[in-house]
Nanobody, 125 residues
Framework: QLRLEESGGGLVHLGGSLRLSCVSS????????IGWFRQAPGKEREGVSC????????SYKDSMKGRFIISRDNDKRTVYLEMNNLTPEDTAVYYC??????????????????WGQGTLVTVSS
């Protein structure tokens, strides 16, 4: 059974950067689209970014374009989310999730079936 585990969260100051990692185990994931989501306190979980399985096509929520970069290293079974120029509005628990398809679209919670436990990102002002 596929398992996902996030790491790399922490406390960062306004304008800082973090790189999150999502490591898969238990079953192959290189044929699956992997997405990053986040959930801020009192808000619904929302899609952040996703990377497809075949051609590495990436997708981003509009507010993350130009600040966040998603990538994957199938040899390491890891998907990364590099986050730059962070603001307090980026404070949230970040989750990675696998979709049962090779392509990402749409990046909506209901289409992703396997989830990690999340990693907390806190951005201070």
């Amino acid at each position: 059974q596929l398992r996902l585990e996030e790491s790399g969260g922490g406390l960062v100051h306004l304008g800082g950067s973090l790189r999150l990692s999502c490591v898969s185990s238990g079953a192959p994931a290189d044929h699956l689209a992997i997405g990053w989501f986040r959930q801020a306190p009192g808000k619904e979980r929302e899609g952040v970014s996703c990377i497809s399985a075949d051609d590495g096509k990436t997708s981003y929520k509009d507010s993350m374009k130009g600040r966040f970069i998603i990538s994957r290293d199938n040899d390491k079974r890891t998907v990364y989310l590099e986050m730059n120029n962070l603001t307090p509005e980026d404070t949230a628990v970040y989750y990675c999730a696998a979709r049962g398809l090779r392509q990402c679209s749409p990046i909506e919670v209901r289409y992703f079936t396997r989830w990690g436990q999340g990693t907390l990102v806190t951005v201070s002002s």
